[in-house]
């Protein structure tokens, strides 16, 4: 550990790992199978205040900081990384957004249930045919007395079968781009709210992904988050956070096939030696060990700019894309020192890489995360 923690981070840290290597870790590969939604797991992580992390106990939340987050959810990710997109898209997007543009009354209305895990929070901006520009979306809502009627279709929705809440970006006015988003709090139940096909997934194969369907949805106008208008900005400040939770889940699977590759290498023998004991293994690990320091380093550095209130778009964006990078290399070589075995269902790795996969794509992909770091560079300061 490179970072200095509180004894409350670390207290955290110790709590958390010890909860996911005896819990979470145990019904992770059948889950992979099965693709059962982890309610067991994500229950017991509201007992333990996981799943308000960052919510202040007023609120019913832990009221913990961002490091102490990262750690958590990155041990969670380390044992069952379907389980830590849960964790991550509820805290770092739909909690911290409320609690950031929420009026008091919906703080008070949705922060307890969310912290206590009775809703899981989704986080709704995605469309087909608005994915990395999001200002092409085509779902509207249309002002009608004190309500708002939804109407459009949302794509590859995180948690969208098994949520109870979620932000709903939506035009409320078609002739603006990014000025004419809103983003709505819609609880599942509304009339007019359905899920629509689930997706067949490469990996985090117990996390549901869906469309959901508005049809005539009537939102009251007291579930409008933040201003009219305003749904691009929250969607973007959302995810800068959510950005820090995947550079976390990040370094949660590349530990999980570091530690993995490391204990296979001493136990399995070939030209009679173990493999650990050639240097061509050794020095794989020595670059597995440099990458996952240095993403965790960029992971604290960033949650600890968002602790002191500092504008950390740029770093989480950074953060992501190294970190999310950085697990699909570390993930492949831990396949290559498996070998043979690397490549079945007989050893995790090959779930840590399918899992790892979709890091540089969802909550924007690198080449977003690109765009976002090399914009910074080149403005006018
Ligand atoms: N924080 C606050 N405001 C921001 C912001 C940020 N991080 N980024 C942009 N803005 C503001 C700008 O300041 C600007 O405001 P003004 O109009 O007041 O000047 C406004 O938003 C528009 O900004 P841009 O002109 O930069 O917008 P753009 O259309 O060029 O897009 C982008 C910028 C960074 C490419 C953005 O579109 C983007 O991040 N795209 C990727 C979307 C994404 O990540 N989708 C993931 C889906 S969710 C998901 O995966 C969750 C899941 O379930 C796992």
């Not at 609880?187 to 996390?207: D, H, I, M, N, Q």
């Not at 204990?263 to 050639?278: L, S, W």
Request: proline residues 2%; aromatic residues 10%; contains cysteine.
């Amino acid at each position: 550990m490179l970072y200095k923690l509180t004894e409350e981070q670390d207290m955290i840290w110790t709590m958390v790992r010890d909860f996911s290597r005896e819990v979470v870790a145990v019904k992770a590969a059948e889950r992979d199978k099965t693709k059962e939604f982890p309610i067991d797991n994500l229950n017991q992580m509201a007992e333990l205040g996981l799943m308000g992390m960052m919510v202040p106990p007023e609120y019913g939340g832990s009221g913990s900081d961002t490091i102490s987050y990262v750690l958590a959810l990155s041990e969670i990710a380390y044992s069952c990384a379907s389980t830590a997109v849960v964790m991550s898209v509820h805290n770092s997007i739909v909690c911290e957004s409320i609690l950031k543009y929420g009026t008091e009354e919906q703080k008070k209305k949705f922060l307890k249930p969310l912290a206590a895990g009775k809703y899981i929070g989704a986080f709704a901006l995605t469309e087909p045919q608005a994915g990395s520009d999001p200002t092409l979306q085509k779902m509207t809502a249309v002002k009608d007395g004190d309500y708002y009627i939804l109407n459009g279709t949302k794509r590859f929705i995180t948690t969208g079968e098994n949520c109870g809440l979620a932000i709903v970006t939506a035009k409320t006015d078609k002739s603006q781009k990014h000025k004419g988003i809103s983003a709505f709090l819609v609880e599942k139940g509304t009339p007019g709210f359905t899920v629509g096909r689930r997706e067949e997934k490469l990996g985090l194969c117990a996390s549901d992904t869906t469309d959901l369907i508005f049809e005539d949805c009537k939102v009251t106008a007291a579930n409008l988050l933040g201003k009219e208008g305003a749904g691009f900005k929250i969607s973007m400040t959302g995810l800068d956070g959510g950005r820090i939770g995947i550079a976390a889940q990040s370094i949660g699977v590349a530990k999980a096939a570091f530690d993995a590759s490391v204990q296979y290498a001493k136990e399995r023998e070939q030209f009679g030696k173990r493999i650990a004991d050639f240097q061509g293994i050794q020095w794989i690990f020595a670059d597995m060990k440099v990458d996952i320091e240095a993403a965790s380093q960029l992971m604290f550095s960033v949650a600890a700019a968002k602790d002191r209130g500092e504008r950390y778009t740029t770093q989480a964006s950074i953060a992501k894309l190294f970190a999310s990078e950085m697990v699909n290399r570390v993930t492949a070589k831990a396949i290559q020192i498996f070998g043979g075995y690397g490549f079945t269902k007989e050893y995790p790795v090959e779930r840590f890489y399918r899992d790892a996969r979709v890091f540089t794509i969802y909550e924007g992909t690198s080449e977003i995360q690109r765009v976002v770091i090399s914009r910074d560079i080149l403005k006018d300061k």
